[in-house]
């Protein structure tokens, strides 16, 4: 892992960022919810960093930079281990199910809010890094190969034409870069795993991620506030955003950014506080990520329909309140590299 000073105060390109285009397959989240989410937070940014450019300088660092990004098992331990939640709903078998989570009572509602406090105290706790434009975000992932539809391999016939293509069916490891401008190509290798967790690297599929991705680049993130009523606000508003869903799109373009986001704590605890303000966040336990870990989940409820199925619930180390990933996709490492294709030590298991 290489981490390089650049200047704080380089400025973002809003018309670089406008001309931004949707990514393929990126887990999770619809494509058509990352161009809204990418539309309306660029329509902001633009227009504040043409007013802060025209009236005032930027505002100091809140923090000093360190050259390094910590990995995930180095979050901050809270109190005295566990965090409680003995009033959240459980479907008894170590999962959770979308019948176990109810219509957001206010005693719910406060516990959500708890929670995401003290996750938003681990998150800020962590050091920040220093990234240059030519660097790379790197993230390790792993989950079912159904998510990030590879690896996939040509299959020939006798006289070696390709006739048609092979999909590898189970749990996959998905190392990714992302350029830090989105300028360039990034890079998503898909590597199955077998049964046991081990990489097999017989089947192995690279797979370019041309520049311009639908969801927001490492510069973008920079560019967004802070704080947490300033930083809600930008999320709900803008074209797209339906107000019968506000939560539910809320809940899910921040979780398309909490991997990145993990490498900016001032950002990463102001998502957390920021969805704190929904009212339909829930507390679950003993939900699983996508690599089988355990953990404290959380997730939104449809207050007028609570037996809905939800869409996806967010994982915590019940411990350390390190954020592992969501119930489809675990994030294993996060981190900056010099170079497409260079493969970090892993930072949490």
Do not use: C
């Not at 990514?23 to 007013?51: F, G, K, N």
């Not at 719910?108 to 434009?133: F, M």
């Not at 006798?158 to 069916?169: A, E, F």
């Amino acid at each position: 892992m290489n981490t390089n000073p650049r200047r704080a105060d380089q400025p973002v390109d809003p018309q670089e960022l406008a001309e931004l285009l949707p990514a393929p397959a990126r887990p999770v989240l619809p494509q058509d919810r990352h161009r809204v989410l990418r539309e309306h937070l660029m329509e902001q940014i633009s227009h504040e960093q043409s007013r802060s450019t025209s009236t005032s300088p930027a505002p100091p660092a809140r923090r000093r930079l360190v050259l390094i990004a910590a990995p995930l098992a180095l979050a901050a331990v809270v109190g005295g281990g566990a965090v409680a939640v003995d009033a959240v709903r459980d479907d008894g078998k170590g999962g959770a199910t979308a019948t176990g989570v109810s219509g957001g009572t206010a005693a719910e509602h406060r516990q959500a809010v708890q929670l995401l406090d003290r996750i938003a105290v681990v998150a800020a706790d962590r050091p920040a890094v220093t990234v240059r434009d030519d660097q790379f975000v790197y993230t390790r992932s792993r989950g079912s190969s159904a998510i990030w539809g590879g690896p996939s391999k040509p299959v020939r016939d006798s006289k070696g034409d390709i006739t048609g293509t092979r999909t590898y069916k189970g749990n996959v490891q998905s190392d990714e870069w992302q350029p830090v401008t989105g300028k360039g190509d990034g890079l998503r290798r898909l590597t199955a795993l077998t049964p046991d967790g081990a990489p097999d690297p017989s089947q192995k599929q690279d797979i370019a991620m041309s520049g311009g991705t639908g969801y927001l680049t490492f510069r973008q993130l920079q560019a967004l506030p802070t704080d947490p009523d300033a930083l809600l606000k930008k999320l709900k508003s803008g074209n797209g955003v339906v107000k019968s869903r506000l939560t539910e799109t809320v809940f899910e373009n921040v979780g398309v950014i909490l991997d990145q986001a993990t490498l900016l704590p001032d950002l990463s605890a102001a998502l957390y506080r920021a969805v704190a303000k929904l009212p339909d966040v829930t507390v679950v336990k003993n939900v699983k990520d996508g690599a089988g870990r355990t953990g404290i989940g959380l997730t939104y409820t449809d207050r007028g329909n609570p037996s809905k199925t939800t869409n996806g619930y967010w994982v915590f180390d019940p411990k350390s309140l390190a954020y592992l990933g969501t119930d489809r996709s675990a994030l294993l490492d996060v981190a900056v590299t010099d170079e497409k294709g260079e493969v970090t030590a892993v930072g949490a298991s």
